[in-house]
C-alpha cells in the first residue's frame, strides 16, 4: 500500500469534543428506529401503569390518565438522562486509555481506500467495508459497521479544494454517501 499514489494526504488529531459530536451524529442518523421503539416503550409502559392503577385505587380518569402519563414520563426521563451520562463516561474512558491518545493521525486516501498512520501503526480500508458516509457541517462521518464509525473532522483538511476533493472521492467510492 505504501508504494500506491494516494489522491489526498491530510493529518490531525482527533479531540474528546469531536468524538462526542461524531457519537451525536452516528446518533442521529439512527434516530429513526429507536424513536420508533421508544414510542412503543412509552405507550405500553403507559397502559400498563394506567390499568394497574384503575385495578387497585379508585381515582377519575383524568386522575388515572394524568398519573400514568406524569410516571411514564419522569421515567423516560430518567432513564434517557442517564443513558446519556452512561455514554458520555464510557466515551470518555475509552478515550483516556487509548494507547494513541495525543497523536497525530496521517491520512492517505486513494481509490482503494483510506490509510491510517497513527504513531508507528498502519491501519487499512478499503471502500466497500463502509456501509455509508455522512458529511455534517463540521466533519465528515464514515459508518464501518452498526456500532463502529470513523470520524475524519473538517478542520484535518488544510484548504476547502480538499474539503471538495475528499467529498468527490467518498461520493464515488462509497455506496451510501449522504451531504
Known amino acids: 500500500m505504501n508504494e500506491e499514489k494516494f489522491d489526498l494526504r491530510f493529518m490531525g488529531k482527533l479531540d474528546l469534543q469531536q468524538i462526542e459530536r461524531a457519537t451525536q451524529y452516528q446518533r442521529r ?10 414510542s412503543l416503550f412509552f405507550i405500553i409502559m403507559y397502559f400498563l401503569i394506567y390499568n394497574a392503577l384503575d385495578n387497585v385505587s379508585d381515582y377519575s380518569q383524568l386522575n388515572l390518565f394524568l398519573l400514568s402519563a406524569g410516571t411514564v414520563l419522569v421515567g423516560g426521563g430518567i432513564g434517557v438522562l442517564a443513558g446519556k451520562m452512561a455514554i458520555r463516561n464510557r466515551l470518555k474512558a475509552t478515550f483516556q486509555s487509548t494507547l494513541r491518545k495525543g497523536y497525530v493521525g496521517e491520512y492517505a486516501v486513494n481509490h482503494i481506500g483510506i490509510q491510517i498512520k497513527v504513531k508507528d501503526e ?25 456500532y463502529s464509525y470513523m470520524p475524519i473532522p473538517k478542520s484535518f483538511f488544510r484548504t476547502k479544494e480538499e474539503i471538495d476533493t475528499f467529498k468527490k472521492i467518498l461520493s ?5 454517501f449522504r451531504t
Open 172 to 176: 464515488h467510492h462509497v455506496r451510501n
Open 29 to 38: 442518523t439512527r434516530l429513526g428506529g429507536r424513536l420508533i421503539s421508544l
Open 122 to 146: 498502519y491501519e487499512f480500508f478499503e471502500w466497500k467495508s463502509f456501509m455509508s458516509a455522512h458529511e455534517f457541517e463540521d466533519m465528515f462521518l464514515l459508518v464501518v459497521n452498526k
